[in-house]
């Protein structure tokens, strides 16, 4: 069975538990590794994160996994919240540096996600599985490419185990990054983040502050689509899933999912893959 894994991000009203719930019980039926829940950077969901992984965990029975940013956060805030997720039972997190919301002046305790990820080595030890990000397309505020892969490296020295990218809709890009990272010794699996395209609008924003690239031709294509609903969901299904065909055939360890909390759009890719 194919290694997968669900992002979602914590639902704050009851209509959006309501669809929260709906979602992980459709995509339930793909036997996820795990589901992710997003943090806050800031600690704007510092309940809500830790209330869904438990919700994951006890209402699902998943394997409900927490991001931890640590931007922001002082030193004994982020080991509070990791002795909560350990007492909920998680042996693996997603560790993160974090961007501060606009107008934030705190910086916390830890700048990068190295620190992060030695801080949870050191109080620790070796019982959570670390996952941290890496990116194909090169980090927004990295000066170059080289700069920006030492520095995951140091994530990779501090203790990661694994890593899951940014979204990129560009595969030779991740396989350009897995192979430098190879020849710069990091072995730990790099799972390609996919985020399926469900909101074009939203994803062109997105995509421009997280440093992502949309190639010229897709969006020629949706934009040619106009209001046609339907046709750009089967053309955005077809090129995420033409795009997961190729990384899975290239080697790549598996498949995470942004599913920004819908699951019609990752089922369309899905099962276009199956
Ligand atoms: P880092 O690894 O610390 O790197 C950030 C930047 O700093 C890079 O440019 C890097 O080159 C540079 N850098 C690293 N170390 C050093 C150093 N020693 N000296 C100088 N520069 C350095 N954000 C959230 O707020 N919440 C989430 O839940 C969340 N989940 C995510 C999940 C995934 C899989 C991914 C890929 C991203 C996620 N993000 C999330 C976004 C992430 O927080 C941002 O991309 C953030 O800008 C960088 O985080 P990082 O952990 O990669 O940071």
């Not at 959006?16 to 019980?25: A, L, P």
């Amino acid at each position: 069975m194919l290694p997968i894994s669900f992002e979602f991000y914590p639902p704050k009203t009851d209509e959006q538990r309501e669809q929260f719930d709906r979602s992980v019980r459709k995509l339930k039926a793909y036997a996820p590794e795990f589901m992710s829940v997003t943090f806050g950077a800031g600690g704007s969901t510092l309940g809500q994160t830790p209330e869904t992984v438990q919700r994951l965990r006890q209402q699902h029975a998943l394997d409900g996994v927490p991001h931890l940013t640590c931007v922001g956060g002082s030193r004994e805030e982020i080991l509070a919240l990791l002795a909560r997720y350990r007492a909920l039972g998680c042996t693996r997190i997603v560790a993160l540096r974090g961007d501060l919301p606009s107008g934030m002046a705190r910086s916390g305790d830890l700048r990068h996600a190295s620190e992060l990820v030695q801080l949870i080595r050191e109080e620790h030890g070796e019982h959570f599985h670390i996952e941290v990000a890496a990116y194909p397309e090169v980090h927004p505020q990295a000066p170059d490419a080289q700069v920006d892969l030492r520095h995951f490296k140091a994530k990779v020295e501090a203790g990661a185990s694994g890593a899951i990218t940014q979204y990129f809709y560009n595969a030779d890009a991740y396989f350009r990054f897995v192979e430098d990272a190879k020849r710069a010794g990091v072995d730990i699996p790099i799972v390609p983040g996919i985020m399926p395209i469900a909101n074009y609008a939203q994803l062109r924003r997105f995509s421009e502050a997280c440093g992502a690239e949309i190639p010229r031709w897709i969006d020629r294509r949706m934009r040619a689509f106009g209001d046609d609903g339907a046709a750009i969901r089967e053309f955005a299904a077809d090129v995420v899933a033409a795009l997961c065909r190729r990384l899975l055939d290239g080697g790549a360890p598996g498949l995470h999912f942004y599913t920004l909390n819908l699951a019609r759009p990752v089922q369309a890719v899905l099962q276009r893959l199956e």
